[in-house]
């Protein structure tokens, strides 16, 4: 048998791994008790305390004493319960794991108790034990986590990170227990006050204002399962996860196949990589479903798995269609949306792909002094290869220069027809030129924009209506950090009072409807390269704001005038035949190679 403390430090192995850990199981117990009030307070993270005070219903002496032990729990008591599950918490195991890594203070009183209780713990050691004036409820402050094992202290994120894990633990209760009045206190600053409200208007509380138009309600009741919730309107859809919340009575599980089922009833109305916001909450009769599959309880296996994947798939479609977000017509055809209340909408983002959009204005601005790059190079004096990455470059420049100047006289006289939405070809006086038009974007615009962070001095085209930017809270630090970068390359962003960045301006030449979507780009990219962002920092957010605005010429059926330019401003790039990814752009095929083809 091994003793008590080392078995609850197994176990807290697989319950606690982080201080946000200890906020879900404190806060859940919260809501076990029925608490109306649920008061959270951390300080560094949590790395220093994490405190959850409620109004609950408070444990008697005894019953304070024993929740410290495994497997003591007030939840369920017999086998049979486990298949009628309506509480977070019932594998007792939670605050007899945390006590045996942190020092816990409990404090406790029933409303029909004259005096409270207080414990204090240490490494699963009782330190203390007795009356104390409280109010009813329950107070559980847990300091220095991990004081005892050095080495998970050790394995602990920055601050920054552990606090994101927090507030994510934080915003899942608060998500699920709308009716619960919910307070965040961050190093002594509340920095969430929820009041009791309907789930809506607490998703506005949690996530921002700019979340209130984005709402799509969604109801569906079957015998099997009830769904219930908001998804996000397609156009607002993120590059980034984590906007995404399933709950399955009432406790926020994850779930790829459920997710699937969502992500298929937005099937090409949303980009590839990008994903709707979501909260729903399904519920079904507990004994169709088993969430002991792991000791943090978020993964969950339902008895029958298609139904559920068909019926949210369908609840999902049916409120997509219902609020006129799944366009009737062809997608490929220019279809104008209009949201419902017949405002203009900005859904144009999402189809961005296929919109007749002015860019020509655009255009027109990068090709000025273009004419004089071609004569240059018409002559052969390449542009400074000493900016090429790849030394083979300058003879394929050179190469294709000659074939250039021999098919005519004029650069323009050249024909280039489109195929597939995605390849150029073109024809030369020596055979043909297979271009993808994607990875040539990306080379143009990576020119553009790291000339822009060079000289400091972007062109920004300003918006008409700015744009309020919607970015997770958590995430403005981040931008923080690449503000200078990015203001540079050409987007104006401002500060309101109230905290909230708004687009002004965009690089120009690329859409505006995309600053969105780039920035948010942009910090993903940031946020999984952080490591290594210090060096070369301009030139990756170039690259990566050059591979952003290409995706939209993945598949683009392009006017002839802007092939024609494309091919064109290529050849005036630094490097035409490799994209700033190192993937190869072009390919040339001379008449024994298309011969060979043919063979
Ligand atoms: P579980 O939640 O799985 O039952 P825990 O270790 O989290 O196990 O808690 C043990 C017991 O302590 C609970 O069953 C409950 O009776 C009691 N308890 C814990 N937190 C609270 C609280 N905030 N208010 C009232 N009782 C609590
Ligand atoms: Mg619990």
Redesign the pocket.
Known sequence: MLPDAIANQIAAGEVVQRPASVVK??M???I??G?SFVQLIVKEAGKVSIQ?I?D????SPQ?AL??FERH????ISKAEDLFAIR??????????SIASVAQVELK?RREEDELGRLLRMEASVLKENEQIAAPK??S?LVKNLFYNIPARRNFLKSNPVEMRHILDEFQRIALANPEIKFSLIQNEQETYALPVEKLGKRIVDLFGKTYREQLAACEENTNYVSIKGYVGRPEYAKKTRGEQFFFVNNRFIKSSYLHHAVMSAYERLVPEGTFPFYVLFLTIDPSHIDINVHPTKTEIKFDDERSIYAILQAAIRKTLSLNHLIPSLDFDANVNFRNPSGAPSSISSFSGANSPRPVQEAWKKLYEGLNDNIEAFERGNVADPSTNLFSETSTTIQSKANTWTADSSSHTNFQVIQILNKYLVVTLSGGMLLIDQKKAYQRILFDQFSENLVKKNGVSQQLLFPQILRINPADSVLLEEILVDITDLGFGLTKDVEENYWIQGVPAGIGEEDGQNLLEGILEQVKNEASDLGQNHSEKIARILANRTAIRYQTKKLLSEEMSALVEQLFASTNPSYSPNGEIISRQLNEAEIGQLIG
């Open positions: 199981e404190l859940e117990n919260s076990d008790a608490a959850v409620d609950g219903k408070g444990m019953d024993m929740s003591a729990t007030s939840k509480t977070m918490g019932f594998r007792g195991e939670a605050l007899a406790t409820g329950t559980i």
